[in-house]
DNA sequence: CTTATTATATCGTTTAACGATAGAATGGGC
DNA sequence: GCCCATTCTATCGTTAAACGATATAATAAG
């Protein structure tokens, strides 16, 4: 087995995940630009970019960031404590607690997202690229042995 | 200010970074199947997955994990008590360290890998599909006409 | 041969995420 | 109405990965 024959879809594996990870790291850098920490930003991101017709309550953006509840909870302890984001209880369910912005929480997270829209621009085709590469490489490995 | 018109720009942002939470969370259950820390098989990833020509030092595996270099000795240090991982000097410049992986290594590698690049065969269309969908809007922020 | 640079390693600290747990509000069955 | 299971949010202690600062060794530059 001196080289495996899917060498090249680790490479293409790889590469996307070198791509992914440039992505997000200026994502991050973006956010501390701006005083935050990039989980921060991710939270008011879930909340403005909800889907439409869905509240952003807690469990709904721990769905949403794909981590535990009291992880939201957590992160909207902090955004809270800097005044970008407050709670309100839901009327219908005084269980359910709903996430807003505030405004200067809107100011800073439209300066923000916008910032990431445009390095998208630049960034988007290189990862539509790697993307491309890496998802044409697992369907080679599919027809290698075709079984379903 | 009812509603930015950048909304469905946000909307897109959000789905776009839901759907790589997704695919990064199913490469941390992955990992974890095998009894990996998710970073550990990143770190077998980046060293099968070096671009073709360039040898996994140290150094050249903090950038294509985006990391500092002191995180890749620490990662390497965890993966080479488990037997995984195995460190060589190099010959021609003996402050440099050459990663390489067992053969234990690589038979976890590769189970992995694979299973990843299955799984990309599902979910690459919907990567796509969000990738596509935020880029366009990324370029309608760049020809929308510029208000308030 | 002295100094600067590059590559790896060590150590102490920080902090986000988590599991476990608790408590409050709601709903279903009777 | 009442009990019990379920749902939703909150709290707390622990864990572990990443980092900055620092150290050491090999190489290159002058």
Do not use: C, W
Request: charged share 30%; glycine share 6%.
């Amino acid at each position: 087995m001196a080289f495996d024959s899917h060498q090249a879809g680790y490479i293409a594996l790889a590469e996307f995940r070198y791509r992914i990870r440039h992505f997000l790291n200026a994502s991050e850098r973006a956010a501390r630009s701006a005083a935050l920490e990039p989980e921060q930003y991710q939270l008011l991101l879930a909340v403005r970019g909800m889907p439409r017709g869905q509240s952003p309550t807690i469990q709904a953006l721990a769905e949403r960031l794909q981590v535990r509840h009291n992880t939201v909870v957590e992160r909207v302890d902090r955004l809270a404590k800097l005044g970008l984001v407050r709670r309100v209880r839901s009327r219908s369910d005084r269980r359910v607690v709903i996430v807003g912005l505030t405004a200067r929480g809107n100011r800073v997270f439209e300066k923000l997202a916008r910032m990431r829209l445009r390095e998208l621009r630049q960034v988007g085709p290189e990862l539509v690229a790697a993307l491309g590469d890496v998802v044409k490489a697992a369907r080679r490995l599919g027809t290698a042995r075709r079984k379903n």
